[in-house]
């Protein structure tokens, strides 16, 4: 079995390399064990080639908007799959070359293999034994893909494949109207697929708010069919597949899977820890420590089925570096709730969920922006914002919105109630004319209507004028 090593990291995806780089601070006797390739999720099959595929898809839709500007000829633009599919890989080449570079260096203390655990501070590699104080957990995650659907598995695709492929099949159901899901059926249909949607829920994109949810499905579903509330039963006949949900049936040449991604747990060895396990073979973990129960062992990132965004799981990582070099853990407070999906309209939740709110205590302010001034001057007047706040304090506690640049309000708000302030607080900030940010303004002063008046001599009292061209 060897010497006892300070800390074995199992996965070098975002979580992993956040750990290893504290661990690398504190210690040197260390190794960190990679399944499958090197260079993290995010880099390789998820955020950055997926923004590369929405960026081209965006571009060449935007030629719908040009008559409105007066910008004619745009119908003998075209536009070729194969060489967005060679750019989106060429661009991601280089995003992964970036991450295996910080364990290049490592030598032998980098090992590829399927670690397993065999005890609390034993693991198993490659038919070798690894004795450690401390044991990371960052395995990260995997596709969905229904066992009903293996059978006809070579027409399905997940974004671990989609963006291998040399060109797209004409006709496409994505089935999972969650953020990837709906992230990727507007990128296919503004590519030119013939994009069908299909969601199990009646909300998409992870929203809550009814209000927003149905005004982003109504947005949505102008360029390509949805279809929610039923589940999708595959079946195959010719060489197609043919998609039934409810009263609905289409065929399409091939699916993709966006049901969500699965913790990399099922062979790891967790019923080796003499611990309990839930009903999905999840330990328990301490989100402030990510340790697991009392052990010297720590679990981060998407492994841990908590959150699978990348700067959660690097907030996790870190953490789990940390606490994986003391003796004693110690407890980190988490940031404000943060998701943004990367549609047009961008979908955005801050801070508190409209499904976790207190009804009899909070204050609702919202903004339709088929109206807004610079909305309109863009082409991009769709959408809806809502705000939610406290009716007593007016403090700000969270918004869920399908809003253009949604993307930058939504940080905004994520550092407003983070500093805990209020709707009157927020309203004191500056807003400069013509921005998209006065449409959050005019949800402001929606909200501050609700609550008591404020001091005369208060430019938050600093009302609108209820013109297009002012607000």
């Not at 699978?308 to 404000?336: K, M, V």
Request: with cysteine; hydrophobic share 45%; proline share 5%.
């Amino acid at each position: 079995m060897g010497k006892i090593l300070d800390v074995i990291i199992i996965g070098a995806g975002t979580a992993g390399l956040a750990a290893l780089r504290e661990v690398r601070k504190r210690t040197e006797d260390f190794l960190i064990v990679n399944d499958g390739p090197w260079g993290t999720v995010c880099a390789r099959v998820g955020c950055m080639p997926s923004k590369a595929l929405i960026e081209a898809a965006n571009a060449f839709h935007r030629r719908t908007a040009f008559p409105e500007f007066g910008i004619h000829g745009s119908g003998s633009l075209e536009i070729n799959i194969a060489d967005v599919l060679h750019r989106v890989r060429r661009l991601r080449d280089e995003f992964v070359a970036g991450t295996t570079k910080v364990t290049t260096d490592l030598g032998k203390r980098a090992i590829s293999g399927r670690a397993r655990l065999i005890a609390p501070n034993r693991v198993e590699v490659n038919g070798q034994e690894l004795c450690a104080r401390n044991i990371i957990i960052a395995t990260g995650s995997s596709p969905v893909i229904p066992e009903a659907w293996h059978p006809f598995k070579q027409h399905i695709l997940t974004t671990d494949t989609l963006f291998e492929q040399d060109n797209f099949a004409p006709r496409m159901a994505v089935v999972g109207m969650g953020p990837i899901g709906v992230e990727m059926a507007q990128a296919l249909s503004r590519l030119g697929i013939d994009v069908v949607g299909f969601g199990r829920s009646p909300r998409i994109a992870g929203l809550t708010d009814p209000h927003v949810n149905a005004v982003a499905t109504a947005s949505l579903s102008q360029e390509w069919p949805i279809y929610l509330g039923e589940k999708a039963e595959l079946t195959e006949k010719n060489g197609k597949i043919h998609v039934r949900a409810g009263g609905t049936e289409v065929i399409v040449d091939s699916v993709l899977a966006a049901l969500g991604r699965r913790p990399n747990i099922s062979d790891l060895g967790l019923e080796a820890l003499g611990i309990t396990l839930d009903d999905h073979g999840m330990p328990p973990i301490n989100p402030t420590t990510m340790q697991v129960a009392d052990l010297r062992i720590f679990m981060a990132g998407d492994a841990n089925a908590r959150t699978a965004l990348l700067h959660e799981a690097a907030d996790e990582g870190h953490i789990a570096g940390i606490n994986a070099t003391r003796s004693i853990p110690i407890c980190f407070s988490r940031r404000t709730p943060l998701a943004i999906v990367f549609s047009d309209p961008n979908i955005a939740i801050v801070g508190s969920r409209y499904d976790v709110l207190d009804s009899g205590t909070t204050l609702i302010g919202e903004i339709t922006f088929s109206n807004q001034g610079r909305a309109r001057l863009g082409q991009r007047n769709k959408g809806m914002l809502r705000l939610y706040a406290h009716a007593d304090s007016g403090r700000l506690l969270g918004a869920e919105m399908c809003a253009p640049d949604g993307e930058h309000m939504a940080h905004l708000l994520a550092l407003a109630i983070d500093r805990s302030l209020s709707v009157r607080e927020l309203l004191r900030m500056p807003f400069y004319h013509p921005v998209l940010e006065e449409g959050l303004r005019t949800a402001l002063r929606n909200l501050a209507a609700q609550l008591p008046a404020g001091n005369g001599s208060d430019l938050t009292m600093c009302e609108a004028f209820n013109l297009d061209a002012l607000d």
